[in-house]
């Protein structure tokens, strides 16, 4: 707790460090063999190569070795219950184990639809998410930058599957934080959808404020620019087609002020993908240059940084951005030009919501986007102007702009 309290006081003095000023601290990847599993069967949206694929571009690139892997443990029944339903952990495990789900659980725990169906090892990767997300805080609690792209299940309920998500990851990795000692808390999710869950989740904790920036109109429809949460919530709606001069506006002039504000002594970002310039399931526009600039960003501000994944239904912006990433947090700048390997990896993906002829040749051969520069709306600016910081402690609301 020492340590804590004192990293906690180099964070409020120092928030806004520049790059490079200070030692990079050791990152670690969190993964898991489960990335290679076949799941949510064949039509589902997240039928696609996700983490497998960062991972093998990865180890291409040099940027994996033994040193910077840890394999993710899977969280038991108990720790499961640490937030969630007792029952629904139970009839999920149930689920698994005979394959179906009746009609009475399909209705009361979302279990068995399109939206979230069964497909074998359904539980045993829910809960290995889980396990990732509380290892990656506890790594982080130790001094690492945690990086795990297969949390992130924002959306999960604690009595019911919700939006893909079968459990809620983000949130043990913030209880996991709260319960060694970190008093405050801040959750930014980056994700093109509103992090609904994890919101909800916190509503009543004062030691937690959740910020969000996603794409107007989406489901789950919830996250509008005056939803408060329990009254630390910062949430930015945006238009369709955010461009990366608007996302860096809001980052700076409404995320990173309201972040600063709350003090927090430990930071959990979602980098969900979908919010890339090419996603079949969101309207965004970003290049992947906005998203890697905005979780170093963000990850400066506490001393202690958990870095998770998200959504992302393209394969091949999904697995160059989180590669990436990866190489941003362990102090690598991705390559111009991919090696033939890396390439022949992005050349074998497939998905069925991406047509052949909008897979970009450049998401073949390179990682790093051209910058997607535009003008800054004036809908862009008010939402920033809308923002009402955070305050730690008393849970007061203190307007800064
Ligand atoms: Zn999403």
Same mark, same amino acid.
Request: charged share 15%; no cysteine.
């Given at each position: 707790m020492a340590v804590l309290a004192e990293r906690d006081v180099i964070a409020v003095q120092q #928030? &806004? *460090? #520049? *790059? %490079?000023s200070a030692p990079r601290p050791t990152a670690t990847f969190i993964g898991s063999s489960l990335a290679r599993s076949p799941a949510f069967g064949s039509l589902h949206p997240l039928a696609i190569p996700r983490v497998a694929a960062v991972m093998d571009l990865c180890a291409v690139l040099g940027w994996l070795g033994e040193a910077d892997f840890r394999e993710s443990p899977e969280a038991d029944l108990d720790m499961l219950a640490r937030f969630h339903d007792r029952a629904y952990v139970a009839a999920l495990h149930h689920a698994e184990a005979v394959h179906e789900v009746d009609s009475v659980v399909r209705e009361r725990y979302h279990l068995g639809n399109f939206e979230n169906p069964l497909f074998p090892g359904v539980f045993r990767k829910a809960a290995t998410a889980v396990g990732g997300s509380i290892l990656a805080a506890e790594l982080a609690l130790e001094g690492q930058l945690t990086f795990h #792209?297969? +949390? %992130? &299940? !924002? !959306? +999960?309920r604690r009595d019911r599957a919700s939006g893909f998500c079968y459990f809620n990851d983000p949130v043990f990795a913030i209880l996991t934080l709260l319960d060694r000692g970190v008093e405050r808390v801040a959750y930014v999710d980056l994700d093109a959808h509103h992090c609904d869950g994890v919101q909800d989740a916190f509503r009543q904790d004062p030691r937690v404020a959740t910020m969000s920036i996603h794409e107007r109109g989406r489901w789950p429809g919830t996250g509008a620019a005056d939803d408060r949460g329990g009254g630390r919530s910062v949430n930015l709606p945006v238009p369709p087609q955010l461009n990366d001069d608007e996302f860096d506006f809001l980052l700076h002039e409404a995320l990173i002020p309201a972040v600063d504000r709350f003090r927090p002594g430990a930071i959990v970002v979602t980098c969900g993908t979908d919010a890339l310039a090419g996603d079949p399931l969101a309207g965004m526009a970003l290049s992947n240059l906005a998203l890697w600039d905005a979780v170093e960003s963000l990850c400066r501000l506490a001393p202690v940084r958990v870095v998770l994944g998200g959504g992302g239904y393209n394969p091949w912006t999904l697995a160059r951005c989180w590669t990436g990433l990866w190489g941003r947090l362990r102090g690598c700048e991705p390559p111009p030009a991919l090696p033939a390997e890396a390439s022949a990896i992005l050349s074998a993906l497939r998905c069925d919501l991406v047509d052949d002829e909008d897979v970009r040749p450049e998401w073949l051969t390179t990682l790093a986007d051209t910058p997607n520069h535009g003008s800054i709306r004036q809908e862009v600016r008010s939402l920033a102007r809308g923002v009402v910081a955070p305050s730690p402690g008393s849970g007061a609301e203190v307007r800064f702009r």
């Open positions: #928030p &806004t *460090r #520049p *790059r %490079g #792209p297969a +949390g %992130g &299940t !924002h !959306h +999960g």
